[in-house]
């Protein structure tokens, strides 16, 4: 066979692999690949591909239809809240945030009876407060175990502080609760402490009082955690009134004091009554209570130093609703336990109360 022959049946066998491969190829990609021959051999003229189209934007367009009115809905209902509370919309969009200010709440805590009782009801309601870290500082020269335990089973967020009140201020047993000013030391301790390891420059947060004898709502803390300078707020149970609270006028600011004992002071509200931005702690490093301080004035002695009246921020529907109550426990009897005692069988010290 000539080198001419061979390469016509070369040439031959090309031209049938082309031919099998343009007409088998469009068969195999429709078997392999869902391909539509219509689609394949003849494209879709211009009306058919801007019916597709159609088909697909059209439950898109129905959802951006649907986005705009509930848009257009939020921004009516934002405006009609604004009017009514100013401050309402940023509230609710800081508490949908999970970086909301963080509650530093002091407690003072002294060694009696009813004292791990008392830090039981306080710790249930505090496990429910979001972003809260709670400084305990004992009125002791040391730690005791009961606080130290208890606190680290506690589940909160905490700091174990403690320092003794001068002898000369301190409580005797039947003295009335009125009479000398109580937690002064501890509060400035837990103030200065806040000073020395919180970054206030890059952390927001509010300081609250939280006194361990005191009962709290829930919604006090959500009332509090937006505090600009100083917010206020009534409390119940306390001055000898079924509540004390501040006195606010139709421009929303305060005027003075509903409370029956020296209502002319500065600042005649209980401890539990207000809360402060920690921004303050570090634009005043030296405000402190005043151990010195007469009776009833103590909390006007700290508050004086960072906020003028006009400057305080009435929360609680302007000052009109108790989150807050002054209760005390009553300090327990012990007939039964001193007759115990007497018989030769007293209780079991080693089961803490």
Known sequence: MSTLEMARIHL????IVFVVLFFITPVIL?????VNCRNFISPLNEEDYRDAIAKKESPLKMKEDELKKYEERLNTLSVALRRQFPNAVEYILQILD?????????TPTHTRHVQKAELVRLTNTFLHVKNFHWILVEDSEYRTPLVTNFLAQSGLRYTHLNTATPKNYKMKENDPHWLKPRGVEQRNLALDWLRENIDIATNSGVVYFA????????????EMRFTEKVSVWPVGITGGLKFERPIVGEDGKVKGWYAAWRPQRPFAMDM????????LLKKYPNARFDITAKRGYLESSFLTQLVTLNELEPRAELCTKVLVWHTRTEKPKWK?????IAKGQPSDPRVEV
Not at 98 to 106: E, G, K, L, S
Not at 336 to 340: G, K, L, N, R, T
């Open 336 to 340: 039964e336990e001193d007759a115990m």
């Open 272 to 279: 539990a009554g207000f809360a402060l931005n920690l921004n």
């Open 30 to 34: 429709v078997i392999a690949y869902g």
């Open 12 to 15: 031959k066998k090309v031209v």
């Open 98 to 106: 999970d970086n909301i200010p963080t509650i530093y709440a002091i």
């Open 211 to 222: 006194d361990d004898d005191n009962t709290y709502s829930l919604q006090l803390f959500e």
